[in-house]
């Protein structure tokens, strides 16, 4: 939205010294975002007025020219052009001298274009800054001398504060330079000029007949035929403030309204009236599949959704958004049915939408205007068109049919409250004075104030005393708040667990075992996840995917860490990663979709996986199982790796694969990667994964940790070698090892080995037996006894043969 | 004087050539450091009849002879004894810029897990809950119990990400939901932040992503007012960007608060002055924020005629990316270790 600097002191007294740059920076701490302040003439330094001596065509170019130019200098300048406008010789435009940058940096330079010299530019109003989009030109009459800036030839003297859309959303009140005005008005302590509205006489000649069938969406048609028109460009006071807020002038009618769009932020329209027939206007839904040509001359194919103006017999106007081309204002147009009309704001945001099409008309209508503005937006076009076209005048009444709903456009607000919500006292008639110079009415009821709003503000902004402690606080100045701590009981604040349990693993894995942190998307790829051999049934699927490659929500965390390792595995000799975060799975059941619902979401359990791989690593089961154990011993929980039985899925190595138990609870799995799968994947180091459910696992955290007395006699360390079947596993042994009597109080394995010459599927195994008694310092041969006993148990139980 | 004090330190160049064990270098030092009748201690003791600009001159020439001195004995007793050790020294000397092999590499955590940790701290230490919900949440609790009505634009398929057969479930498209589940399990009165990840149905560049953090936070009592909340974000300013950030609020719409500010904070890099990273405003948009609307107080239940609060949030992304003058928004969630090893 631009807003005009000269258009806002039409409307407020402001001294000269206050700038436009002043007012940007009040309006941004109290109203809006603000996002530039540009003079009008910026850029134009080398622009001046240059006069056509000789066209010639370009002799390397079909489409581009030759002209000399005056620009007021000695020698004419030559300046290639193109066929944007026709130019004729004894033409006066614009003409940027090279080298210069133009407003949007463009630059310009004595280039050869096409093997032609050309010493500047011929500009277009968009490319001196004077339309937003569109093509016209600047023509200068014969009376300005050549060379004359530009600038000066056109009195650029205005400044254009741009202010961005999005912060204007809930303000359709400032999409207009009156609405604007009035918050220039308050922030500078300023009073805001009445708008010059006249009443006139209805007139009788024609019967306008208006019928609102789409009640849904149109609540209110206020038409009125309009004749004496005579269609001629608008006066250049209009015209500047049309142009500097980017709109092109048209005609005086066209003009007019636009005008007050701007003026008003309310849209409206008019139609030729030869082209609307029997006088008659229909608001109903469109048929779905009917089109209509709108003004742009894009023919639409519209929905059944879509509200549509018609006449007698065809759609004229696609409601409150664009006009349509059957019905436009022409050179000789004499008579114009004007409309104001208002139109559901969802709708015309749903409409435009489906179209991809903003418009003027339709970006205001889509906040939610103020109903009032339809009749006061009637009489000031009326005012204006009296004004402009002195033979203009009424030739029906005006049709005004409402079905607007009622509003509550007054407040009651206690004085008090300002203060009670925001933390700083003010009194009564600083409240009242804030509220007045906004346009607001206030009537003291001593309790409570009775504030209204002003007719072009929109209850869809204020309708609470909150709505009007938020008007009273931003006029008053957010900065004039003083920052305060609350004050709190000392409660300490209920401790989340699982927060507290997530980040001691975040850092113990980092800093202590070397696993590096990731963060993935919660979407995953379905080509991915069938490379590995997933299906993707269970998984969850968006309906409207950013990524069309990535449409599923993640069931494990795991697959995107071996997405990791595919994308880095050239980055270190080894990977060692992990990730905590939510998964969703929809075969169980999560938490509620509302307070009182029985419909609930997915489960949303937090998990952890780590996953390591590298070249040198043979068997990084062990890297991550030991990395977790390690983790876990921070916590003095047990863990223990338990092959799971049941057939396992194809991408799992079958022989390198475990369930994990902590403290007696199955609570995650750990595998390597199966390496075909592995192959598949692009994959080139064995893959260790291990994931764990922290919400299952945390229950049986216990975390408790007890002094146990130093024992008071030495330990007595026996080591022992033997050769067993390589099934054989670690933990049979070490169980059936320990139970053997009291006095072995540990039994450490220290070395693994296997080779060709201990035999076919055999491995050798060593352990430090620790013995020791609690009652006296162990003699040798009681040593001898038990460990006399742990040989026969291994060579009976295992087949084991010790090795001496 | 001058000349005094070079003959010393000629004499003793002299001495400790002749020095050739330890004994020696003892009898050495004693000559003339000895703090009673050591030669050099003489000429310092004299120095104290001098005044003025002489007293000046050559007690500092005279420091620099003692400097100078000792330095050199010190090197004689290192290399006498060097000699007594067998070479111990020479032997065993080892390239100290050699780094220790095999290379043990330490794991990073990822940046956001570092500022989001500071983060809680603060508010802990402030006696704030630190809550976490559903990342795919109700439309009901991303939208509705805030006050945002069917028509909202952001309910629109591109800005939020629905799910396919479940047309009222979505992902989460802020932290927002949880204020309402907050105050539906804990009631009033309410202090707590929520940290999370949440997304936007928006294409993905530089700057932009559909996956991104955010920390909001929630209070609510019986007397908790604007300035209330004003004073929390100048805490987080503070802490976040060092004492003396200035901060300023500014209008802005949310339709689950009502007054709506966006929050700035003094250029923390260019102190206000204006530079790239502020785009030459001097200030950085960092905190939104506003006194819950009352309709959301309703929506968890509370009494908006008995309680009043406010609501704030930070984009924890964006906090990373400044923090770490991370200039594309891709790197954090894209898993590559050369920007993890970072940090």
Redesign the interface.
């Known amino acids: 939205m631009l807003i005009s600097f000269n258009w806002l002191k039409k409307y407020v007294d402001l001294p000269d010294s206050i700038t436009a740059e002043d007012v940007a920076d009040r309006l941004?701490?109290?109203?809006?975002?603000v996002e530039s302040v540009v003079f009008q003439g910026a850029h134009l330094e080398q622009v001046v007025v240059g006069e056509i001596l000789e066209i010639k065509n370009h002799p390397n170019a079909d489409k581009l020219h030759l002209a000399q130019v005056d620009v007021g200098e000695k020698k004419p300048r030559q300046i290639v052009f193109g066929q944007m406008v026709k130019m004729e010789v004894g033409f006066k435009v614009p003409v940027a001298l090279a080298p210069t940058v133009l407003p949007g940096n463009k630059v310009i330079e004595k280039v050869e274009m096409r093997g032609e010299l050309t010493e500047g530019m011929l500009c277009l109003d968009q490319e001196i800054g004077l339309l937003k989009d569109g093509v016209s030109i600047q023509f200068f009459d014969k009376k300005v001398k050549n060379g004359t800036s530009v600038v000066e030839a056109l009195k650029l003297n205005d400044y254009i504060l741009e202010v961005d859309n999005k912060?204007l959303?809930?303000?359709p009140d400032l999409w207009g330079h009156y609405g604007m005005a009035w918050e220039v008005a308050a922030l500078f302590n300023k009073k805001v000029a009445d708008l010059d509205i006249k009443e006139f006489k209805p007139g009788k000649d024609v019967k306008l007949k208006i019928k609102i069938e789409d009640t849904e969406n149109c609540t209110r048609y206020i038409g009125a035929v309009v004749g004496g028109i005579k269609i001629e460009p608008s006066p250049k006071w209009m015209q500047d403030y049309l142009k500097a807020c980017g709109v092109k002038a048209i005609n005086n009618v066209v003009d007019i309204t636009n005008f007050v769009n701007l003026e008003l932020g309310r849209p409206s329209h008019a139609f030729d009236r030869r082209d609307i027939k029997d006088d008659t206007i229909i608001v109903r839904r469109a048929v779905e599949g009917e089109r209509l040509t709108t003004l742009d001359g894009i023919e639409r194919v519209l929905k059944d959704t879509m509200c549509l103006v018609c006449d007698a017999e065809k759609p004229v106007d696609l409601g409150g958004i664009m006009g349509g081309e059957n019905s436009e204002i022409k050179p000789d147009t004499t008579e114009v049915i004007l409309e104001l009309a208002n139109f559901n704001?969802?709708n015309i945001?749903k409409t435009m939408?489906a179209f991809d099409l903003r418009t003027d008309a339709g970006v205001r209508f889509e906040k939610t205007l103020s109903p009032h503005l339809a009749e006061l937006g009637l009489k000031r076009i009326l005012t204006l068109m009296k004004e402009i076209i002195p033979t203009a005048h009424l030739i029906s009444k005006v049709v005004n049919i409402n079905n607007d709903k009622a509003e509550k456009r007054s407040i009651e607000l206690s004085p008090e409250y300002f203060t009670?919500?925001?933390?700083?006292e003010l009194d009564k008639k600083q409240v009242v004075k804030i509220l007045q110079s906004l346009g607001f009415s206030v009537v003291d009821k001593k309790a409570n104030l009775l504030v209204s709003l002003p007719l072009w503000r929109s209850v869809k902004d204020i309708s609470?005393p909150?709505?009007l402690?938020?008007e009273i606080?931003?006029i008053y100045g957010?900065?004039n708040?003083?920052?305060?701590?609350?004050v709190?009981p000392?409660?300490?604040?209920?401790l989340?667990i699982?927060?507290k349990l997530e980040?001691q693993m975040?850092?113990i894995?980092?800093?202590?075992?070397?696993?590096?942190?990731?963060?993935?998307?919660?979407?995953v790829a379905p080509e991915f996840i069938k490379r590995i051999g997933l299906s993707t049934e269970e998984l969850?699927?968006?309906?409207?995917?950013?990524?069309k490659d990535r449409p599923y929500?993640r069931h494990n965390l795991w697959p995107?860490l071996l997405?990791?390792i595919e994308?880095?595995q050239r980055?270190?000799e080894?990977?060692?990663?992990?990730e905590i975060?939510?998964v969703?799975r929809i075969e169980q059941a999560?938490?509620r979709?509302?307070?009182n619902?029985d419909?609930l979401?997915?489960r949303?359990d937090t998990l952890l996986c780590l996953v390591c791989a590298g070249k040198n690593i043979a068997v990084p089961f062990f890297e991550v199982g030991e990395a977790f154990k390690s983790l876990m011993a921070h916590f003095n929980a047990e863990v223990e790796y338990k092959p799971n039985e049941k057939v396992a899925d194809a991408f799992v190595h079958v022989g390198r694969q475990a369930l994990v138990f902590v403290n007696g609870k199955e609570v995650g799995a750990v595998a390597e990667l199966n390496p075909m799968t592995q192959k598949n994947l692009g994959l080139e180091a064995r893959v260790g994964i291990l994931e764990i459910n922290l919400d299952e696992l945390l229950p049986v955290l216990t975390n408790e940790k007890k002094y146990v007395p130093l024992p008071q006699y030495p330990v007595v360390v026996r080591d022992i070698a033997f050769v067993v079947d390589r099934k054989i596993t670690h933990a049979e042994i070490v169980q059936a090892l320990t139970k053997i009597d009291p006095l072995i109080v540990s039994v450490e394995l220290f070395d693994v080995y296997s080779g060709k010459n201990l035999g076919e599927n055999k491995k050798s195994l060593a352990y430090h037996i620790t013995y020791q008694s609690l009652e006296k310092t162990l003699e040798s041969g009681e040593v001898d006894k038990v460990h006399t006993k742990l040989i026969a148990k291994l060579e009976k139980e295992f087949q084991a043969e010790v090795r001496k | 004087m001058k000349t005094q004090l070079e003959k010393l330190k000629q004499e003793f160049i002299k001495g400790l050539e002749e020095v050739k064990d330890t004994l020696k270098l003892e009898e050495l030092e004693q000559r003339f450091f000895s703090r009673r009748s050591g030669e050099l201690t003489e000429v310092m003791k004299n120095l104290k009849e001098l005044s003025g600009e002489a007293k000046k001159e050559f007690g500092k020439l005279a420091n620099e002879v003692k400097g100078e001195l000792e330095e050199m004995y010190g090197k004689k007793k290192q290399e006498l004894e060097n000699v007594k050790s067998g070479g111990l020294a020479d032997k065993e000397w080892i390239d100290v810029t050699e780094p220790k092999l095999p290379k043990?590499?330490?794991?990073?955590?990822?940046p956001?897990?570092i500022i989001q940790?500071d983060l809680?701290d603060l508010f802990?230490s402030?006696?704030?809950?630190?809550?976490?919900?559903?990342?795919?949440?109700?439309e009901?609790?991303s939208f509705d119990t805030l006050n945002i009505p069917?028509?909202h634009?952001a309910r629109?398929?591109?800005d939020t990400?629905?799910?396919?057969?479940h047309?009222?479930?979505v992902?989460r498209p802020h932290t927002s939901p949880m204020q309402v589940?907050a105050m539906?399990k804990?009631g009033a009165?309410l202090?707590?932040i929520v940290p999370g990840?949440c997304?936007r149905?928006?294409?993905?560049d530089a700057r932009h992503e559909?996956?991104f953090y955010q920390l909001e936070g929630m209070?609510i009592?019986k007397?908790?007012?604007?300035?209330?909340m004003?004073?929390?974000?100048?805490?987080v300013a503070d802490h976040l960007f060092g004492k003396g950030t200035e901060?300023?609020?500014?209008?802005?719409?949310y339709p689950f608060v009502?007054?709506?500010?966006r929050g700035e904070v003094t250029c923390f890099l260019c102190k206000g002055k204006g530079c790239r990273v502020c785009k030459n405003s001097g200030w950085l948009e960092v905190m939104p924020g506003g006194?819950t609307?009352?309709n959301v107080l309703k929506a968890g239940?509370i009494d908006p005629n008995k309680y009043?609060g406010f609501a704030f949030g930070f984009g924890l992304t964006r906090l990373v990316m400044l923090k770490y003058g991370i200039d594309d928004i891709r790197h954090?969630?894209?898993?590559?270790?050369?920007f993890?090893?970072q940090f």
Do not use: C
């Open positions: 941004k701490l109290s109203t809006v975002e912060s959303s809930n303000r704001a969802a945001r939408s009670k919500k925001m933390g700083v609470i909150e709505d402690v938020e606080a931003r957010y900065a708040i003083p920052a305060e701590m609350p709190f000392t409660n300490p604040p209920e989340n699982l927060r980040r975040k850092e894995l980092s800093l202590e075992n070397g696993y590096s942190e990731v963060y993935n998307y919660s979407f969850i699927e968006l309906d409207n995917p950013i990524a929500l995107s997405e990791n994308t880095n980055q270190a080894v990977l060692r990663l992990f975060g939510k969703f999560g938490m979709v509302g307070e619902s419909e979401l997915p949303q | 043990v590499e330490r794991g990073h955590l990822h956001n897990t940790n809680e802990a402030m006696g704030f809950m630190v809550l976490d919900g559903p990342e795919l949440e109700s009901y609790y069917a028509t634009p629109d398929m591109q990400f629905y799910i396919k057969g047309s009222n479930w992902m589940r539906q804990y009165p202090r707590m990840k997304f149905n928006e294409s993905t559909h996956t209070v009592d007397e908790i007012t604007f300035a209330h004003k004073g929390i974000m100048q805490a901060i300023r609020l500014m209008p802005k719409y009502e007054p709506g500010v006194m609307h009352p239940g009043q954090l969630e894209g898993g590559d270790v050369r993890l090893k």
